[in-house]
C-alpha cells in the first residue's frame, strides 16, 4: 500500500541554520504530497503542498519540491528560527491522507 | 483558521473501563471527521472516517465495536474507547473535513490514553 518515510528525529539545530528533513514516499499513480506542522500543544496544520510532478510548494520560508523520479519530497528552509520548533508531518493523498511518522524539530537560539 | 478542539486532552484510566473522547469544530460546520491514532515514534493511523447522521467507516483492521464512533451533530464526533486495555494506550487525534478536499482537513491538538 501507499506509505511514507521521513526522516527519523529529533533534529536539533542552532538558529538561522540551513533545515532539511528528507521524505521519500511509495505510491501507485501520482498523489498529492503535503507537509504538515504540530507547534506544542495545538492540531497539525497544512503547511505546504505540491499536486503534481516539478511543483514547488513553499509557505513560511519553506519549500519541498515533488520529485518523481526519486519519489521524494523533501522540506527545506533557508535559515530556521527558534519559533520553527515543532514536529513536521510529510504525507500524501490517495483515497486518504498517509502520513509518515513526523520529525520533532528544535531550533536553540 | 479553523479550529477544531478534543477533549479531555490526557486520560488514564483502568483497565476494563470505558473511555469518550471529544472532538468539536468550534467555528465551522464539519459533514465529516477523521479519527487517527498515533504510536510513538509512528505515523498517524487513520481509523475511521464519520459522516453526521450515518454509521463512521472503518479501516481494515481497527474494531468498531471496540472503538464507538457517533457523529451526531456537525459539531461534535465523539470516540469511545470500549473496555480498554494497556494496549489501547496511544495518542488519538480528530480532524474535521471542510470544503476542499482531503487535505482540507483541520486537526485537533490530540489525546493522550493511558490505560493500567
Known amino acids: 500500500g501507499d506509505s511514507v518515510t521521513q526522516m527519523e528525529g529529533p533534529v536539533t539545530l542552532s538558529e538561522e541554520a540551513f533545515l532539511t528533513i528528507n521524505c521519500t514516499y511509495t505510491?501507485?499513480?501520482?498523489?498529492?504530497l503535503f507537509w504538515y506542522v504540530q507547534y506544542p500543544g495545538e492540531g497539525l496544520q497544512l503547511l505546504l503542498k505540491?499536486?503534481?510532478?516539478?511543483d514547488k510548494g513553499s509557505n513560511k520560508g519553506f519549500e519541498a519540491t515533488y520529485r518523481k523520479e526519486t519519489t521524494s519530497f523533501h522540506l527545506e528552509k533557508g535559515s530556521v528560527q527558534v519559533s520553527d520548533s515543532a514536529v513536521y508531518f510529510c504525507?500524501?493523498?490517495?483515497?486518504?491522507?498517509?502520513f509518515g511518522q513526523g520529525t520533532r524539530l528544535t531550533i536553540n537560539p | 483558521g479553523a479550529v477544531v478542539s478534543q477533549h479531555p486532552s490526557r486520560v488514564i484510566c483502568k483497565s476494563g473501563t470505558s473511555v469518550k473522547i471529544e472532538c468539536r469544530s468550534l467555528?465551522?460546520?464539519?459533514?465529516?471527521m477523521f479519527w487517527y491514532r498515533q504510536f510513538p515514534k509512528q505515523s498517524l493511523m487513520l481509523m475511521a472516517t464519520?459522516?453526521?447522521?450515518?454509521?463512521?467507516?472503518?479501516e481494515q483492521g481497527v474494531e468498531k465495536d471496540k472503538f464507538l464512533i457517533n457523529h451526531a451533530s456537525l459539531t461534535l464526533s465523539t470516540l469511545t474507547v470500549t473496555s480498554a486495555h494497556p494496549e489501547d494506550s496511544s495518542f488519538y487525534i480528530c480532524?474535521?473535513?471542510?470544503?476542499?478536499?482531503?487535505?482540507?482537513?483541520?486537526f485537533g491538538p490530540g489525546t493522550r490514553l493511558l490505560v493500567l
Open positions: 480532524s474535521a473535513g471542510a470544503s476542499g478536499g482531503l487535505e482540507t482537513q483541520y
Open positions: 505510491a501507485t499513480g501520482y498523489p498529492s
Open positions: 505540491a499536486t503534481k510532478a516539478d
Open positions: 504525507a500524501l493523498k490517495s483515497q486518504k491522507l498517509v
Open positions: 467555528d465551522f460546520q464539519a459533514t465529516t
Open positions: 464519520s459522516n453526521e447522521g450515518s454509521k463512521a467507516t472503518y
